[in-house]
């Protein structure tokens, strides 16, 4: 949703491989004496807050692509009374090395009040609504985690991650998958890791692939789409709608509070670099087999 300059990337390369889930990559012996820090944070945090653990009922996990506002709307439901999101924890990642489901919730606790003593700003936005109770809670019902790329990226590198994450969760867990324009997306993509844009569309394709097969796996009730543009035109609906797919209440000043922080429109970075015009009909045919991108277009 930034504002970027004009630039011109062109359609080289092939078949560029698609990156796995992005991130520092650390030696063996560094990752295991973070990891083990962290389980030990986990545990005590767990202890510490065994009280508001006791009432979750259920723990989000957001998927889709970069630069879709998934920072947007984790702070929205974090502003909620009974809600709290962690600003990119990678609870997947946790899932992989063994932490159970209150050990990643209570980390996703930790996560959200650092997230909000620092001020909540991401690439150059503040993600904070004037009167939520960011980092704080009424009653904490729902705690999750909105590294929806980085759980799409591993879905990439682990085909098996997604029972996983599904046996540890269990019933609590509820699904989050952020859509946003796939030309626009593309289009940042490319300009935000530097990359070509026929690498970013490939890649951006691989992630729409992976995200397919956990749709199917997914319990439909466990399961939510939810396109950027919607919640930006219809802030109020959308949120209303998320609030009861998760189970709790939003009231209208709640809801309130939240529309004046969504953006007034979308910003069409498609707009701001030269597509060429093979690349834009072979994206156009290939998202044209995924229903959840029906009616998008270039």
Known sequence: ????????????????????????????SLERWKLARRRLRAQVLKWRYRQELSALRHYVLFLGYPRSGHTLVASLLDAH???????????????????????IAAL??????????????????????????????????????????????????????????LDQFSGLGRFIHV????FDCISTMA???????????DEFLALCEANRQAREVVPANAW???RLEQLIEQP?????????????????????QCAKLVFPSPHESRRTVDWPASL????SMRIRALPWLDGYRF
């Open 108 to 165: 996703s606790i930790w996560n959200s009040m650092r997230f909000t003593r620092h001020g909540r700003r991401s690439n150059g936005f503040e993600y904070t609504v004037n009167g939520g109770l960011h980092g704080g809670w009424e009653k904490l019902e729902v705690i999750g985690d909105k590294s929806g790329d980085l759980f799409s990226y591993r879905l990439l590198d682990d085909s098996a991650l997604l029972h996983e994450v």
């Open 1 to 28: 949703m930034d504002r970027h300059h004009q630039r011109v990337i062109g359609a080289a390369s092939p078949q560029p491989a698609v990156r796995s889930a992005p991130g520092p990559a650390l030696s063996p």
């Open 280 to 283: 834009v009909a072979e994206v």
């Open 191 to 201: 300009m935000r890791a530097g990359i070509e844009l026929r690498a970013a569309a």
């Open 81 to 103: 009374p009974d809600m709290l999101f962690a600003n990119g924890l990678d609870a997947a990642r946790y899932v992989q090395f063994g932490f159970g489901v209150r050990e």
């Open 236 to 256: 109020r609906l959308a949120l209303r709608e998320l609030c009861e797919f998760l189970g709790v209440k939003a009231d209208d000043r709640y809801l309130g």
């Open 224 to 226: 939510k789409d939810l």
């Open 179 to 182: 859509i946003r324009n796939p």
